[in-house]
């Protein structure tokens, strides 16, 4: 146990009025001291080659700092013009805007934060192919990569040396070199994609030269207080990824070469196992950083799926980590914090880990944001101005749109109603949070309930707001959402068809064979809950049985012998998934999220058609034709699952009356209902509101 080790924060535990006492406690690095054990992760947000990038990027950290992050670490920025695509644009570090670089991190350290420079070589990621240890394609990727020279990699390891100078001095307090997620250095390390066989490559000790010699360059060129972090992939999660033996040797090699702290990676890119989505148990895999914590002396930070103080705090009390690392939660939330050590967690903006405004946006070229604060890289476009007045505004509905508008337009100063037809808040996020792997969507309601009471919304819950209701009103804003979508084939009165609600809610028991129609995002819900087995996916264990994670440590990447769901428990539903169009089930769903929920609908046997018509529901079943044929699936239940369509019943009520209401959410747009839209367009019209 290291000296570092040793000065974990017992002796503050019995400070009572320290409410995270391990996670708040400040860590001595020698020579720099970090206020607390909180990182805010790696994350690239799109703002990096704007314009105005500098502002942008200051704007966007500020807020993280003031908000009481120890430290930060910055988007991946290209070790050299090619590393982050050679097609993309440049976005290495140049002499020329050290002045832009030194304005963000100013602004971190007057905050009181210290910031790293993320230093980052994707290699064979690259869509054009890239470069790479050895000519073998990635299973994600479009292109051959093109096999590095021996004097290819001596420059690449002066153009990371290079890259953390300029970051010195740029004022960043040190690099986190990127060696996880499978980019080039991870390449570099694992037998999956190193063949080579000369001093780069073979035996262990030589496929790791390249990340050592890139710390050790790092530290030749710059001065002792300088930190340099690397991000140790702890588990590849693919075949032919590193034992943990190797990942522990690594990690003490890493030691040697004089790191300053070790960052926990889990799973490449092209990995089939999610680490990240909402279905992830949090802080599943901080048990894997407690392999390399206890072998090495450097302090080890953990990651994934921390997204609360108080798992945070549970990770660094247990010993498998001395710092934690959060990037989405504090998208979710830049005062996470400062709201932890204020004894506000109830206050917090919890990530919900549904990937849909951050990963998601990344992975389609997209400006990041957070689908429960829109304010998440958009501080400076979105300034939250008081109200010249405190004029009246009636909110219509508690919705993921209507609570966003409610709780902003309260913030502003606007006195605020808020109508509900229903005995309590979230309307379509109620059914969301019941679908298993869903169950963080609860922490978005405890939000806005709290921010209801904080900012003093009246809130006339159970109450259907009628025209009269609304005419003393300065503002009306309708977000009275969706009703269901009927579908068109006759006997949809037969009693084996229910609603998407009647199934999610239980307020109709579903049978042992059913039919959904509708393959969206909601069918997907409904297939994951009727089929969900009574205790996989609940636990870390179950989770790992069921995506195959080994984590005894025996095998190469961490991947079990089979891929095999632990269903033995699962109900025994027969169930189809059915849609129109042709092609396969699925395929709109989300980019970073999509391919688990399709994975597991295979795992657990589902039968998925497409490409089919229907024709009626009788007392033999659901009737339909296939590929022309006529067809009958002889199921208990049919639960529709056809989309919505707007609810705006008071518009022509409100119209008689001379009123203009503002139209949001669902009731605005059905098609594209969303909460991501919905929380969204509330927040702009309520910042919007006169
Ligand atoms: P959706 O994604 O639009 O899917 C509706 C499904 O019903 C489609 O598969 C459609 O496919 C079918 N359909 C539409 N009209 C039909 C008709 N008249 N007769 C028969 N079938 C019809 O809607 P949703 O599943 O209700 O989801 C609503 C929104 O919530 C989506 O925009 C989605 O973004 C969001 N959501 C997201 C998630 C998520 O995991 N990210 C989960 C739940 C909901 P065919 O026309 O080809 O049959
Ligand atoms: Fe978390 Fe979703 Fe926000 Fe991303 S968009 S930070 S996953 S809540």
Redesign the pocket.
Known sequence: MSILHSLAPSALSEETANPYPHLLAPLDLGGVTLRNRTVMGSMHTGLETLPDRFEQLAAFYAARAQGGVGLIVTGGVGVNAQALGAAGPDESLHAADLDGHRLVTRTIHDAGAKVLLQALHIGRYDHGGGVAPSAIRSPIGRAVPHELSGAQIEALIDDYARCATLAAQAGYDGVEVMGSEGYLINQFIAPRTNRRNDAWGGSFERRIRFALEIVRRIRRASDEHFMVMFRLSMLDLVEDGSTRQEVIALAQALEAAGVTLINTGIGWHEARVPTIATCVPRGAFAGFTRHVRDAVSVPVVAANRINTPAVAEAILARGDADLVSMARPLLADPDFVAKATAHRADEINTCIA?N?ACLDHTFSARRVSCLVNPFAAHERDLPLAAAARRARVAVVGAGPAGLACAVTAARRGYAVTLFEAAPRIGG?FNL?CR?PG?EEFRETLRYFQRQLELTGVSVKLARRARADDLEDFDHVVLATG?V??????EGLDHPSVVS?AEAITGAKAIGQRVAI?????????VAELLTHPATAGDTITDYFAQWGVDASGATRGGLAAAHAATCADAPAREVWL????PGA?GA???VT??WI?RSVVKQRGLHSM?G?E?VRVDDNGLHLRVDGKARVLAVDHVV?????ESRRDLLAPLAARGIEPIVIGGADV???????RAIDQGTRVALGLA
Not at 484 to 489: I, K, Q, T
């Open positions: 549904c849909q379509q969301a679908i869903k969706v269901p979508r009927a579908p068109s084939f998407y129609v509708g393959a969206g995002g909601i069918g997907f819900d059915l849609q129109r169009k089930a709109g769903l989300a999220t999509g929920r497409t089919v229907y529709l699952c056809t989309g919505q059905a098609a594209e209902i969303d909460a991501k």
